[in-house]
């Protein structure tokens, strides 16, 4: 039987290599600018630490100087760029598969803003991290893509801004498979099979990106442990119980502004948004000043010196970790909680592990940072997966989900979902034509 070649120019000229073609393509462009950001920021962070060492008084004038200018940028030049972003792409997508407008959500405007104003505020020393804004950077680049699709139909809009906050994930972390969990758990709760395929790509795409740039690292390391056995059981339950309480309470007090908007604080804020950016990086300094410094900027320094045995970290750094996420938050800036979270967490195992001495400084931290996102989140399998891809820790991957779960069932107790509950805020803003405020 003879077999017919069929030309490479005319698979290219069909639509649909056209449309996987231009997405592939956004897609790296969406991990070379996630990839940027990263630099960036830990360009800003090692220019704060820099500074913190030889003044110690600095933080008091700087946190709140580019706290008050951060704010002012997201409010009078980039509208939509404040806190992590993922409650932005969670809302744009409902909007866009309703076809609601977006561009107040998700927008190459707001990812300039996001990268410039986000790396901005790492400057301050505020605990905030890159992942949660790289989600709605990756977001804004592959929704904007859709315009240039060659049949606009073939993928659909809301798919396109999942798929991209997918990819934001596994490019920050370098964890792809984490960030196709991430897509199905908490972005859009399921893929259609018709372009599952393609979206898919993308998230690979972008992870590529960052493995090309950045080499196949392991975030936080590598975690040696030995096989599993009993002897976990304990540590993951306390781990579940304690992480759970702590997280659920979190997302709690996360939600404040939001739930219970006539408490004087608020109404404060939102009447001087700036001003109370300005409070607000003068506690984050008083709060590193009082720690040590050692909740200043992400965490992922101190946390990857911990996990590797370099460091002890002290019995009050999950407490100030804790705080002053909590603070950078409320100020309103451009930052995530997924590395301070896993910050806070990993503290609690280093601290936990003086009454586990023999399962190992970097296992218990491994289980406690998985148990504090879940909780925090309320997304158990993408918060043990990305701990099990950041430290190589397949050996645990049993114990992760294990106490992922119990503290989800915890944190359940105290609080609803953070995200999807600040993306109903976002929602009614978009929809209505408000203003977005520093929620």
Not at 51 to 59: C, D, K
Not at 298 to 309: K, M, P
Request: hydrophobic share 55%.
């Amino acid at each position: 039987m003879k077999m017919t070649r069929v030309p490479i120019a005319s698979i290219l000229s069909s639509a649909r290599w056209r449309t996987r073609l231009t997405l592939w393509i956004a897609a790296v462009a969406a991990g070379l600018v996630v990839v940027g950001f990263a630099k960036l920021a830990e360009r800003a962070l090692d220019v704060f630490f820099s500074l913190y060492a030889r003044f110690a008084w600095l933080p008091f004038l700087l946190a709140p100087a580019i706290g008050m200018l951060s704010v002012w940028c997201t409010l009078r030049v980039f509208p939509g760029a404040q806190g992590s972003g993922i409650p932005q792409v969670i809302a744009a997508r409902r909007l866009a598969a309703s076809g609601h407008a977006v561009h107040g959500l998700v927008s190459l405007r707001l990812a300039v803003g996001k990268v410039l104003v986000g790396a901005f505020a790492l400057l301050g020393g505020f605990s905030s991290g890159r992942e949660g804004p790289s989600v709605q950077i990756a977001a804004s680049i592959l929704h904007a893509a859709h315009r240039w699709l060659p049949y606009s139909r073939a993928v659909r809009a809301s798919d396109l801004i999942l798929a991209g906050g997918a990819a934001g994930i596994a490019a920050a972390f370098n964890t792809p498979l984490a960030g196709i969990v991430f897509a199905i758990e908490e972005l859009g709760r399921r893929l259609e099979a018709r372009t599952s395929g393609v979206l898919l790509s993308t998230i690979i795409f972008s992870g590529m990106v960052s493995v090309a740039l950045l080499g196949n690292y392991n975030y936080f390391g590598n975690i040696k442990v030995a096989p599993q056995s009993i002897a976990l059981a304990v540590p993951v339950l306390l781990g579940g119980i304690v992480c759970g309480l702590l997280g659920g309470l979190f997302s709690y007090l996360m939600q404040l502004p939001q739930n219970r908007p006539t408490m004087a604080a608020w109404i404060w804020r939102r009447k001087h948004p700036i001003a109370f950016a300005g409070i607000c990086g003068l506690l984050v300094a008083f709060i590193g000043w009082a720690g040590g410094g050692l909740s200043f900027g992400s965490g992922y320094s101190i946390t990857s010196q911990a996990v590797s045995g370099d460091i002890t970290l002290p019995w009050h750094a999950p407490i100030t970790r804790y705080l002053a996420t909590l603070v950078s938050y409320y100020s309103g800036i451009p930052g995530g909680i997924f590395a301070p979270a896993l910050a806070v967490g990993g503290a609690l195992g280093s601290v936990a592990s003086g009454f586990f001495g023999e399962i190992g400084n970097g296992a218990l931290m491994a289980i406690f940072m998985a148990g504090f996102l879940a909780a925090v989140t309320q997304s158990p399998l993408t918060s043990a997966i990305i701990v099990m891809e950041m430290i190589d820790g397949h050996e645990m991957v049993i114990a992760l989900i294990a106490v992922a779960f119990l503290a989800k069932i915890v944190s359940a107790r105290l609080s609803p979902e953070l995200y999807q509950q600040l993306a109903i805020s976002w929602l009614g803003r978009q929809k209505t034509a408000v203003k977005p405020a520093l929620d």
